[in-house]
């Protein structure tokens, strides 16, 4: 890798370079090409829900006794890229995914789940996705890399702690000063 091309990986993970860049598709994106197809009418099988804004599929690998994705259509990279903008969205998602897996098992008040993302460079696939599951674990051992443990924050973010961080550094913002102001305010880092 180029230092050029190293330098804007490095700014880009850290949140110097913003907005525009973020939602910059890269050339080939299997969830873009995937969710493309799907709108075009190829089933692939995998869809439990569509709608405008997101979408949800099953993982090809399956790590839980239930294992979706929910994703936004458009193109965003990952965790790391969403703003205090993105509140909704994340909450969104979180719902969603709950909504999808409580769905599977109605008679299963006491359903354990878990909901989260894995953040760069510990994600699989650089097109923002929420893991959401209905435990346990198949295998037991596949939990470690969806470790909810706080040591393990820097690679799975718990899902409500996203949203809830997106929703607190919203209203901060919202509640303070000029709101275009130098580069680096109002970024959440995530
Ligand atoms: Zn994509
Ligand atoms: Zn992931």
Redesign the pocket.
Known sequence: MGLIAWGTELATRWGWVREASREERPRTCVFCEKIGRQRAGVDDGTFVHEDDELVVFRDWRPAARRHY?VCPRAHVASASALRPADAALARRMLELGKECVARDFPDEPDLETRFG??IPP????DHL?M?AFALPFTPPWKERKYSVEPWARFA?KPAEELAAELEAAAAAGAGGEGQDGADGDNTSRL
């Open positions: 994705l993302y894995h510990f994600n699989s696939v996705h893991h799975f």
